[in-house]
């Protein structure tokens, strides 16, 4: 049996809607249990290529297949057993009386047993930090918890490929990180995760796989420790490396390594930098 | 493609130089004088002419494609019930049940159902060439107060936005597996509400921010306001004006006096 | 003498009105003391929900006047009591951006929506018509003129919404996370709007941000707000280094700050940096052999 990848997508083109940046023929195939970043400006076509992932947006020419299906087949809603999508604006979902039933909604439309939709609302309230508001209508709470209810009603779901659309904007520096954890722990489980971001420190940190659009297209695709050495690429999609890997790339005639994304990984190459030079 | 345009399409098409005032006149003059025939022939000379305003000032094709799309399951709809459940004067080629069908009703259906799409022509004629300034300047001008036109013109101005809103949201629920394709109609419209909750929930939101952002701007500072622009009566505006009333009353005269376009084949009854 | 602060806030306190009947809401600020003084540019940080919004709606009159609530302390902004001057009045004195662009823009194109205000304010044709030029020339935004506000880039649009603001002419310029939205270019574009806006202008500003780089790289003070009120206050480069505030506030600071915080741990590099340039210079510094 060959490995099937998660998300093949073959020669995909898309320019039908003008409200979106078209694709000009993209080729990518994201292996099971991959943490694949997206980056690019606004405009790049990013959202229009994840939004094929799950069926929202079907191919003008060229395939998607999810595990082997083609998304041409399926509608979104069925698309949604294996895979979850969070939107960037959390007013654009929440429409429930209460939180502990906003958080229902996606698992009950699966179809799962009330026993097992109880346990996993329970377990979703309880990684967000949610039980105190699990009986207040989501709407009335502020932004930050209206967005950590967003995504807490697809975590709860458990898809299979979970895509995350600038999760970490808007949240405040202690829930991005608690949020981060849960989607590692994901990964760890064995999921599928798509992080499309404009927070180079969060890709760099967490993803093993970086693609970067532009104009529709990948422009380079690769390692974080590949992608962020790539200048020319960068600065054609103007994206800068995060601080710290920009500062590494300065320091290259010292032996600084281009590839360092991490404070961490900075300071051990420092580290060795200074006994080799005494 | 949805409702996701402005509506407003710049141009420097002389239906775009006119005044607001005078197209608003010309929108009201011809859907006054639509709504009183029912000539197949007229109707369709009728949407000839608005094709043939909206395509010289430069109004994309597709946008006169979608308005057709828009309207056309009503002028369908309208156009068969119409042809087929009217008692006909004439002698009907069919009659089953209650149902007949002759050539006059089927002319008066069809000339009934597109009456629809040309009413809708003619209004949209006035707003993809009419700017948001020039709509609040010419009502303004008409002695409506300011805030009713800004009010107008924001509904417009917010129309495509809601079109895109309801767009996302319907994806996001979708993305939640609630799914629009399963079931009868009962389930079909049922699945709906989750989309209509939160479109309404995010429309106030919007709503109030926006509010917040009119008074942030000094709106109602003082009992009156100034304005950047100003209208200008051409000459070319008072012939179209002299124009428009002229052929309106016209018009009005040989409906009323010669019947025009009260038959939906003979033109001149 | 030292000029009196141009935003004074004294024990700001304020509640929201109930969201649901009989269900209070709870106290969003409790005790707010701010002094902002002219051409200062202060950067307000926090997590969410601990009411950073709800002061920039104070600084211009929103909060309380539009949104009722009960409401404590003072707002004084320009010798201006911000409680009950009207907001249309106060917005000749405070402009103000907001997060969401599609909200503040709500005209048919860039000229009418920036023309809106001084419009509101009656001024003389002739006047708005040179206010709008000057607005969309500081902002770089002359050419885009006649285009539609929704046809914009999210770093444009945001220029466009301070440019409106500028058409007014205030003193202060209060933004409420206007770059949440952008990406990493629309960022730039519009940080650099307000650096060119404090050179030239001298204009006061008030941001919120969750931007700790451009912070670091634009602000002349930060003042971090938790739990309703401002629980530190100082040059970012004091803040930023205290890691430990930091987290417990529960706000990033700027990834070099938490390097160069590591380095003088792990090996006692002592010199802080957290812009690119500077933490560039330190470590060579280090390195090469001191003259």
Known sequence: ?278 | MSLTYDLYQPGQSPLHRADPRVKLLLTVCASAALLTIQNLWLILLALAGVHGLLLGAGIRRERVVWIWRVTLPTVLLIAILWALLNPTPEEPWLVWWFVSLSAYNLAQGLAIGLRIAALAFVVFLWLFTTDQVELVLGLVALGLPYTWGLTLAMALRYLPTMGSAFRTISEAQQARALDLTQGGPVRRAKAYIPITVAMLISSLRTTQHVSYALESRALGALPYRTYLHQLRFRPLDWALTVGILLATGIFFWARLTLGLGTHPLVVWP | MAEPPVIAVRGLRYRYPPSLPGREAELVLRGVDLDVARGEFVALMGPTGVGKTTLCLALNGIVPQSTGGVIGGSVTVLGHNARHTPVPQLARHVGIVYQDPESQLFSATVEAEVAFGPENLGLPRAEIAERVSWALDVVSMEASRERAPTRLSGGQKQRVAIAAALAMLPQILILDEPTAALDPLGRLEVFRVIEQLRNDQDMTIVMVSQDPEHVAAFADRLALLAEGRIVAEGPPAELFYALDQMEAVGVSAPQLAELSVALERCYGVSTRFMLLNEAEAALRAEWEPQP
């Open chain 1, 1 to 278: 049996m060959t490995t099937q990848p998660a998300i093949a997508v073959q020669g995909l083109v898309y320019r039908y809607d003008p409200e979106l940046p078209a694709l000009e023929g993209v080729d990518l195939e994201i292996a099971n249990n991959a943490y694949l970043g997206v980056i690019g400006q606004n405009g790049s076509g990013k959202t229009t290529l994840v939004k094929h992932f799950n069926g929202l947006l079907k191919p003008t020419e060229g395939h998607v297949l999810v595990f082997g299906m083609d998304t041409r087949q399926a509608s979104v809603g069925q698309m949604a057993h294996s895979v979850g999508y969070v939107f960037q604006n959390p007013d654009h979902q929440i429409f429930c009386a209460t939180t502990r039933e906003e958080i229902a909604f996606g698992p009950r439309n699966l179809g799962l047993s009330d026993d097992l939709v109880q346990e996993r609302i329970q377990d979703a309230l309880d990684a967000f930090a949610l039980g105190p508001y699990a009986d207040v209508p989501p709407a009335v709470l502020g932004y930050g918890l209206r967005r950590k209810v967003s995504i807490a009603a697809v975590y709860v779901m458990r898809p299979q490929i979970l895509i995350l659309d600038e999760p970490t904007a808007g949240l405040d520096r202690r829930s991005a990180d608690e949020l981060m954890r849960r989607v590692d722990a994901m990964h760890a489980e064995g999921h599928t995760i798509v992080l499309v971001s404009h927070d180079m420190q969060l890709v760099a940190t967490h993803c093993r796989e970086v693609v970067v659009m532009d104009e529709g297209r990948i422009l380079v695709q690769g390692t974080p420790e590949e992608v962020f050495q790539e200048h020319a690429a960068l600065a054609r999609a103007s994206l800068a490396p995060p601080p710290v890997t920009a500062l590494a790339q300065r320091l290259a005639d010292l032996g600084m390594p281009g590839h360092t994304l991490t404070i961490e990984s900075f300071c051990q190459a420092y580290g060795r930098i200074r006994e080799a030079h005494p």
